[in-house]
């Protein structure tokens, strides 16, 4: 499967613009980081941008990712990547074994909380947004109530980088796609 045909799947299957751009965010950060430890980008970001694609139809963590699975299969994805996928899944058996396994887990709800935060800043943009800014709404319990800051913390330690230094990549990684995602917000972009 290629890119275009993952984006198509995912628009088959996913109607709310915000778990697309959800997808996108761990796609971007997924190939951020194959640059960075010399891994495959495009398996990489293939496997961020998919990972979630079943969710609308199975919105339950019982029944996603395992439930999607086989339409996967169907549609000729790889079995390495469905398994990666599945790894992310709570109860399906996979374990997180591989950096690109570990990478998944840490890039998934991250994204989210650093939507979050660029969204109530004053300039609504990535472009000006630096992990300090994430910091300090972390530290805010009310804010982003429903991520699990404790599993977000694990999961990157899991993957080997430090925690606010990972918060600072994904927030690199989403800036290169800060259109796509609506988070340029009133800053004019540099060309």
Not at 13 to 36: C, D, I, P
Request: hydrophobic share 45%.
């Amino acid at each position: 499967m290629i890119r275009d045909e993952a984006l198509a799947l995912v628009r088959e299957f996913v109607k709310n613009e915000g778990l697309v751009r959800h997808m996108l965010s761990v796609e971007a950060a997924m190939r951020f980081y194959a640059e960075k430890f010399g891994e495959d980008a495009e398996a990489w970001g293939l496997l961020g941008l998919i990972h979630d694609f079943d969710w609308e139809i199975h919105p339950t963590l019982e029944e996603h990712p395992i439930k999607g699975a086989p339409i996967l299969r169907e549609r000729g994805v790889s079995e390495d990547i469905i398994q990666d996928i599945l790894s992310h899944g709570i109860g399906t058996g996979v374990p997180r074994d591989t950096p690109r396994r570990k990478a998944l887990m840490a890039c998934d709800e991250i994204t989210g909380l650093i939507t979050a935060v660029a969204l109530v800043r004053p300039s609504r943009s990535l472009l000006d947004l630096e992990a300090s800014s994430v910091k300090k709404k972390w530290k805010d319990k009310a804010f982003a109530a429903g991520t699990d800051r404790d599993e977000m913390a694990k999961a990157a330690g899991d993957f080997g980088v430090e925690l606010w230094e990972h918060v600072q990549n994904v927030i690199l990684a989403m800036r290169r796609i800060a259109p796509e995602l609506g988070l340029v917000g009133n800053i004019k972009q540099q060309t």
